[in-house]
């Protein structure tokens, strides 16, 4: 067992630090990686040393993944540098907001890097996350492609059945902005006469209601959305009973289109912090983050 411990120590080194492959978890994977590796007998010997006649299936199979990572410990045992399932580990750790304390007493138990390691692969999971960030942006303006960059808010809301004071929940307003880029779709070209797009002096509140509330407006306000429509579209796009159908049986994804935009696909995550977006002052601050 020395041996093969040795031996698949090694290899592990050489496929998963070196030459940078991904951790193999699957069972029947790993088993055939330990051969390949020189250690033909380990995995089947630790399954064999814990299963018994009395175990179904279902739990021989759980039984298996143990035996996985049973296996990474004692090669991480031989050599601290086959961290690489700690490493997965302590990332999982992380995202649950476990503290140095903590990660360092899992560290002793074999279970998960060290927090001085955690720090550091904190900050290069934040390096790398910015740098393809960049590296889409600077694709999408080369391509000349589309980019979407989308502001939106988050509630948390947890609520008290029994209210002990006038407060009845605990709400968190967390904004999100993400930029999706979109090969197939060619960017929106900037016009010549861009400066006349905006109105420098803003939006005239006395203007819009004289609009809107003229004789012509409100007859069209009046109208239904479907009826407004010219005829080509409505035949085209629009047809009032698979609107009805798609509404009753939550068809919103049906075609390839739109599953393509809902995609998480070429989606970076850009900011996201606690921030409830219901003022201009809002945006801006959102919109600072972004720039």
Same mark, same amino acid.
């Given at each position: 067992m020395t041996e093969e411990i040795t031996s698949l120590s090694?290899? &592990?080194?050489?496929?998963?630090?070196?030459?940078? &492959?991904?951790?193999?978890?699957?069972?029947?994977e790993f088993r055939k990686f330990c051969i390949s590796a020189g250690a033909p007998s380990i995995f089947d010997n630790v399954i064999a040393a814990v299963t018994t006649s009395r175990k179904s299936t279902k739990r021989i199979e759980k039984t298996k993944k143990i035996a996985v990572?049973?296996?990474? /410990?004692? @090669?991480?045992?031989?050599? /601290?540098l !086959? !961290?690489?399932?700690?490493?997965?580990? @302590?990332?999982?750790?992380?995202?649950k907001n476990l503290n140095k304390e903590a990660l360092d007493t899992e560290h002793y138990l074999g279970n998960s890097c060290s927090s001085r390691t955690a720090y550091y692969m904190r900050k290069n999971i934040d390096r790398l996350h910015e740098e393809k960030i960049d590296?889409?942006?600077?694709?999408? %303006?080369?391509?000349?492609y589309l980019v979407v960059c989308? %502001?939106?808010?988050?509630?948390?809301?947890?609520?008290?059945?029994?209210?002990?004071?006038?407060?009845?929940? !605990?709400?968190?307003h967390i904004c999100t902005i993400v930029i999706k880029t979109f090969p197939k779709i060619p960017a929106i070209p900037i016009p010549s006469d861009i400066e006349n797009l905006h109105n420098p002096n803003g939006i005239s509140q006395d203007i819009c209601a004289?609009? %809107?509330c003229c004789p012509g407006s409100m007859h069209t306000l009046s109208?239904?959305?479907?009826?407004?429509m010219p005829a080509w579209t409505k035949s085209k796009l629009f047809d009032p009973e698979n609107e009805r159908r798609r509404l009753r049986i939550y068809e919103y994804a049906s075609s390839q289109n739109t599953r393509d935009m809902r995609g998480m696909e070429n989606l970076h995550l850009l900011q996201m912090k606690e921030l409830p977006l219901k003022s201009l002052e809002n945006f801006r601050t959102a919109l600072n983050w972004i720039t």
């Open positions: 090694r290899s &592990m080194y050489r496929s998963f630090r070196e030459q940078q &492959m991904p951790l193999i978890y699957d069972p029947e990572n049973v296996i990474y /410990q004692l @090669c991480f045992a031989n050599s /601290q !086959n !961290n690489g399932m700690q490493k997965d580990h @302590c990332k999982y750790l992380m995202l590296k889409a942006i600077d694709k999408a %303006i080369e391509g000349k989308i %502001i939106d808010d988050f509630h948390c809301i947890h609520s008290l059945r029994r209210p002990t004071d006038e407060k009845t929940s !605990n709400e968190k004289s609009i %809107i109208m239904s959305f479907a009826s407004a």
